[in-house]
Nanobody, 120 residues
Framework: QVQLVESGGGVVQAGGSLRLSCEAS????????MGWYRQAPGKQRELVAN???????NYADSVKGRSTISRDSARNTIDLQINSLKPEDTAVYYC??????????????WGKGTLVTVSS
């Protein structure tokens, strides 16, 4: 079973930066992809950024140009750096692993989430 644990959430002033980290219990290179999603109050969960096994990345338009997703395969972690934070970035951020084609079975795995609050 794949477990994901997020860290790094908190309260940040608008214009500031935040770095979120997610540690996986299995080799992240065994996953099809890993990513960060977020869910704001009253809204659907949405993709923020992901990184595929081969290293290609994808960003939501709302964070493109001010965020970076990275991984450390030795530590089995992925990080998400978001700069120039806006109040609309306030959400619970979830780490996700796409397990399709992996040895672990199942479709995907989710962390419990970490709350990011951006104050204006």
């Amino acid at each position: 079973q794949v477990q994901l644990v997020e860290s790094g959430g908190g309260v940040v002033q608008a214009g500031g930066s935040l770095r979120l980290s997610c540690e996986a219990s299995k080799s992240i290179l065994s996953f099809n992809a890993m990513g960060w999603y977020r869910q704001a109050p009253g809204k659907q969960r949405e993709l923020v950024a992901n990184i595929r096994r081969g290293g290609s990345t994808n960003y939501a338009d709302s964070v493109k140009g001010r965020s970076t997703i990275s991984r450390d395969s030795a530590r089995n972690t992925i990080d998400l750096q978001i700069n120039s934070l806006k109040p609309e970035d306030t959400a619970v951020y979830y780490c996700n692993a796409d397990l399709l084609g992996s040895p672990w079975g199942g479709v995907d795995a989710w962390g419990k989430g970490t709350l990011v609050t951006v104050s204006s």
